[in-house]
């Protein structure tokens, strides 16, 4: 049966809007296009009619794929809309107004469609210039047929895209990034700088807007020879944070997914009772089976992290193969927690870098980042800023966000799902040049 390469546009400003931009593409891609190439996703201003109410005035994010299908065109129009109703659109809206999920069918390689329902290429293509530029960006060599005959998209967006004024910001949506805020006067990086409550909650808020997909909460410092808090203390600084969080979301009406980095069973028992969680990160791996019970009951996913001591001590690293012995813990560990009740998809793994390695057994980690996909669970990388960086430069870890950057460009081609790093504003301006000169 024949397959037609077909250009979908997504746009979204309500909501989780990055968020909402991942979960269309991934359903598109289960049941409407293979082969799936995505744009970077920009930033623009909402185009509105005059007299719109000031509500609607809100920004898009905006992204083009490309894909082939055996579908028709009705048939993957019908399936788009059924993605927007599943996301959250109602079927019945206003013209112009805000959406969790637009999708319009743009291209259907060279043919034309003019029907009452469906009009191919898209009628207000010409007409949006960010995606004419979107377009040309992804597949500068398609074309668009019009009365002057085909025209590639890099010469129509090169004739009206103003881009100086076409957009404010740009993303990516894979690998996800995970914004540290770390809730502590004595982390190795950081200490001290978000340990206000307000501090962190603000910080907490600017990682999302600046593309953080995951904001990890860290009440309690895990650099070398850090002590360990008692339950009572790290709740003490966790708590006010979380509660932050939480009125932010109700205000802003969309869940920041966040994670709880903790090495205590009893802030376990504490977050699962204040309602669904998303992460629990487990960073010592010795909690017992109610308390992995309690996490998966709860629906949340847990992270958990390989190391030998936390807080980690120089002296005691891994002995023989590390990679070998990292998955060997994460294949054991794989078991226990589906037996305790989590599935494969509720399951992160995180190496630990820095954690029971030395600088060379961390590196070894880094080169092989992929092996931990072997359990069938996602895999998070913790390298910034960590002290495996120390081999190359003598700055202090606040300032390695350059070496971090350069180590995440090679981790997101690992098939990493989650980079958890400090600085995410750098990081989605690195990636998102970097995937404009992937072919």
Partial sequence: MKRSVVHVSLGTNVGNRLDNLRMAVVKIGKRCLS??????????????????PKSWDRPFLNMVIRGETQLTPYLLMDQLKQIEAELGRPIQHEKWSPRTIDLDILLWGDEIIETPNLTIPHKELLNRPFL???MALLDPKATHLGKDGHTTMADLADKCADLSSLFTHGFVLFPKLVGVVNITPDSFSDGGRHFKAEEAIDHAIRLVNQGAAVIELGPQSLRVGAEL????????????????????????????????ETPSPAIVQKVTKRGPIYWINDVIGKWDNHTLKSIAESGGKIVSMHSLDVPPKKEHTIKGDVVEHVNAWAGKT???LCSNGFTKDQIIFDPGIGFGKNCYQNLELLRNANALKQTGCEVMIGHSRKSYLSAITKLPPAERDLETIAVSSVLAESEADYLRVHNVADHQRFLTARALAIP
């Fill in 35 to 52: 082969n799936i190439k995505t744009s970077v996703v920009l930033e623009t201003p909402a185009i509105l009619l005059p007299g719109s």
């Fill in 132 to 134: 004419l530029h979107l």
């Fill in 229 to 260: 808090l008692d339950g009572c203390q790290e709740w003490a600084r966790l708590e006010p944070v979380l509660a932050g969080i939480e009125d932010f979301q109700k205000q802003a009406q969309y869940r920041i997914c966040v994670s709880i």
């Fill in 334 to 336: 794989c078991k226990t």
